[in-house]
């Protein structure tokens, strides 16, 4: 299972760290990934990280946001900074125990387990 936490309310330039606990002894091979959906549009990549580390983000918050992981706390964070109020939407996210190519993990289809989603709202 997956735990999203850490949304909120934040101005424009703002942070927000978001977190996705799991449980499970094998997370630490996962591939995790953070999509968001904000409303009237469809669900859209953010960033996915590796079991090996390895990082891919979307060109729209390339250079803003960063997504680690601690695997001891079987935890994967997405740190936002200069947030703009097009990053409203609710985040979600996503695991994998199979080691897709990026390209593959930017697609939710990729997904076998799902959080519930945490709200992000930024006010301009």
């Known amino acids: 299972q997956l735990q999203a936490s850490g949304g909120g309310l934040v101005q424009a330039g703002g942070s927000l760290r978001l977190s996705c606990a799991a449980s499970?002894?094998?997370?630490?091979?996962?591939?995790v990934g953070w999509f968001r959906q904000a409303p009237g549009k469809e669900r859209e990549f953010v960033a996915a990280?590796?079991?090996?580390?390895?990082?891919y983000y979307s060109g729209s918050v390339k250079g803003r946001f960063t997504i680690s992981r601690d695997n001891a706390k079987s935890t994967v964070y997405l740190q936002m900074n200069s947030l703009k109020p097009e990053d409203t939407a609710v985040y979600y996210c996503?695991?994998?125990?199979?080691?897709?190519?990026?390209?593959?993990?930017?697609?939710?289809?990729?997904?076998?387990?799902w959080g519930q989603g945490t709200l992000v709202t930024v006010s301009s």
């Open positions: 990280i590796r079991g090996g580390g390895n990082r």
């Open positions: 996503a695991a994998d125990s199979r080691q897709w190519a990026f390209s593959v993990l930017t697609t939710a289809s990729a997904y076998d387990y």
């Open positions: 499970g002894r094998t997370f630490s091979s996962y591939s």
